[in-house]
C-alpha cells in the first residue's frame, strides 16, 4: 500500500474565474486513478477517476464534445 499524497494542480488556462478543478495525476502509476476535486473547497470530497475514464474526458474536452469551454 502506498502513502503518497495527492500533488494537487489546476489547469494552465484556468483563469481564476472560481470554477476549476485540482487533479492530482501523480497517483496514476501507484493507484491507476486520477483524484479530483473542486478548488474552492480543497477540505472537502475528492473523486477518484480511473486513468483510462480521466483520459477519456480529456479527449472529450478536446475534441469539443462538451461544447464551448
Known amino acids: 500500500m502506498t502513502t503518497e499524497s495527492p500533488r494537487w494542480f489546476t ?3 484556468s483563469n481564476n474565474g472560481g470554477e476549476c478543478i485540482e487533479v492530482a495525476t501523480n497517483l496514476v502509476a501507484s ?3 486520477v483524484p ?3 478548488s474552492k473547497n480543497p ?3 475528492v473523486l477518484d477517476v480511473t486513468a483510462g ?4 474526458f ?3 474536452v ?7 469551454v
Open 31 to 33: 493507484r491507476g486513478v
Open 62 to 68: 478536446k475534441g469539443g464534445e462538451f461544447g464551448a
Open 43 to 45: 477540505s472537502g470530497p
Open 53 to 56: 475514464v480521466f483520459a477519456s
Open 36 to 38: 479530483v476535486r473542486d
Open 11 to 13: 489547469s494552465s488556462y
Open 58 to 60: 480529456v479527449a472529450g
